[in-house]
């Protein structure tokens, strides 16, 4: 069942997991990648095992981070990772730059006796590692429910109108928050039902421009001539629209009667008479 906790087959040995997801949903996510095979449920001295681990891991770490201050290493560790079985330890560090650790790998290998692997990540997957709280005031969606990072660019803030300050679009990470992502396609949809920003519409009253939508009350905010603001709910905003175009149409019809009435200056004079 999704949230149980199981033992799969790792590289070389066992490690503990839990099931996020079951099903067909699993197969196309998969693509051409393997996942690991479970082996069981655990057991309750599996389960102390885990749990024997975690406090291992913590010990571990602070023990890395003692030792990379001695090896004057420029890296930030982030997080410790114990193989279930113990037959593995994994180290991961941000860096701005590579960094040579093989004398801190010789150094962890001699006291844990053990196999060392130092891995190095981006700020997005420390966040998922650490966790914390939102500007929403929910948990970061990394840690609660992101499997995997797509590209956030900042045109999917232009695309939701919102203001381009980085300070307010960047999520604990330091990087565009993931939400810009997963909200683009309700935006991009929602804001087909309106004309683009800008455009001029020919009334009664004069001319109004379409300066801002409210996605969530649905409705408009023109500029008049005169400078004053006016909002309109979406379907006063088409039944503006619709007015002005027949008000065009009807222009048009009446530019081209008016055309075809002149006299046309093609058409050859008569020739004089001859004396």
Same mark, same amino acid.
């Given at each position: 069942m999704v949230g149980d906790w199981v033992i799969v087959q790792a590289e070389k040995g066992e490690d503990f997991g839990r099931v996020v997801n079951m099903g067909g949903l699993v197969d196309r996510k998969a693509g051409d990648?393997?996942?690991?095979?479970?082996?069981?449920?655990?057991?309750?001295?599996?389960?102390?095992?885990?749990?024997?681990?975690?406090?291992?891991?913590?010990?571990? &770490? %602070?023990?890395?981070? =003692? #030792?990379? @201050?001695?090896?004057? !290493?420029?890296?930030? $560790?982030?997080?410790?990772?114990?193989?279930?079985?113990?037959?593995?330890?994994?180290? &991961? %560090?941000?860096?701005? =730059? #590579?960094? @040579?650790?093989?004398? !801190?790998?010789?150094? $962890?290998?001699?006291?844990?006796?053990?196999?060392?692997?130092?891995?190095?990540?981006?700020?997005?997957?420390?966040? =998922? #590692?650490?966790?914390?709280?939102?500007?929403?005031?929910?948990?970061?969606?990394?840690?609660?429910?992101?499997?995997?990072?797509e590209p956030v660019v900042t045109q999917f803030a232009k695309d939701q109108k919102l203001s381009l300050n980085p300070t307010k679009l960047s999520g604990s990470c330091g990087r565009l928050m993931c939400c810009l992502l997963y909200e683009r396609e309700f935006y991009a949809e929602f804001t087909k039902k309106f004309p683009d920003v800008g455009t001029v519409i020919e009334t009664g009253q004069g001319r109004k421009t379409l300066k801002k939508i409210d996605v969530f009350e649905e409705q408009a905010t023109l500029l008049l001539e005169n400078g004053k603001e006016e909002r309109l709910p979406l379907e006063e905003l088409k039944q503006l629209l619709a007015e002005d175009r027949e008000r065009k149409r009807q222009r048009k019809a009446a530019e081209r009667e008016s055309e075809n009435a002149k006299p046309d200056s093609r058409e050859p004079k008569p020739e004089a008479k001859k004396s």
């Open positions: 990648r393997q996942y690991p095979v479970i082996l069981r449920k655990p057991a309750a001295k599996d389960l102390d095992q885990a749990d024997e681990n975690q406090k291992l891991e913590r010990e571990a &770490f %602070f023990d890395c981070r =003692k #030792r990379i @201050d001695e090896h004057g !290493l420029h890296m930030k $560790l982030v997080d410790v990772e114990y193989q279930f079985d113990r037959n593995k330890i994994t180290f &991961f %560090f941000t860096s701005e =730059k #590579r960094v @040579d650790f093989r004398a !801190l790998v010789r150094d $962890l290998a001699g006291r844990y006796r053990t196999r060392i692997e130092l891995r190095q990540i981006g700020v997005r997957d420390e966040a =998922k #590692r650490i966790g914390g709280v939102g500007v929403c005031g929910r948990r970061l969606c990394c840690e609660a429910f992101l499997r995997e990072f």
